[in-house]
């Protein structure tokens, strides 16, 4: 991978981590408004999925592999959104300190849906990377599962489109 692209990611994933901890320094003040009721239930889940929520970007952002980090981390915003959401509605907050977090958690559920996608596609880039093998008609990288197919059911390396033109 060339290093533009390397560059822009780190830069990307520095960006979340900053929209996050934006959203904790919103967020922190906004859940001590809480009635004393609320501060050792909704408000501590809160705080635990916040907190969570930066944990696991942290490490998402220093792992090789992401994937089950950045599912975790995405799980962690939703519920966080419903948090958000219940604290709304029992009149804990006020509309427009729902509005901002709520576009706050939709804007960081953005970014790391958007992380995810990068991640499958760096998945399958290093996928073809390994494989190694190319296509016997063409010349197309193949990756290791399609190279198992191929030669299974055609006896030669074969990319997908080739394979089409022999069924």
């Not at 907190?51 to 981390?73: H, P």
């Not at 509309?95 to 849906?113: D, R």
Request: glycine share 4%; proline share 2%.
């Amino acid at each position: 991978m060339n290093e533009e692209y390397t560059e822009k990611k780190n830069r990307d994933e520095l960006i979340i981590q900053q929209k996050v901890y934006d959203m904790i320094m919103y967020a922190y003040p906004a859940i001590e408004q809480f009635p004393k009721s609320q501060k050792f239930s909704l408000a501590a889940d809160m705080k635990k999925c916040l907190d969570a929520i930066m944990r696991l970007t942290i490490t998402a952002n220093k792992k090789y592999t992401k994937k089950t980090t950045l599912q975790e981390l995405d799980v962690e915003n939703e519920a966080l959104k419903i948090y958000i959401r219940m604290a709304f509605e029992l009149g804990y907050l006020p509309p427009k300190k729902y509005e901002i977090w709520s576009k706050m958690a939709v804007e960081v559920g953005k970014m790391i849906g958007g992380w995810i996608k990068a991640a499958r596609l760096n998945q399958v880039y290093f996928e073809k990377e390994e494989a190694g093998c190319k296509c016997v008609e063409c010349g197309a990288v193949i990756t290791k599962i399609v190279n198992e197919y191929s030669k299974k059911h055609f006896n030669k390396a074969l990319c997908r489109k080739c394979q089409e033109k022999y069924k």
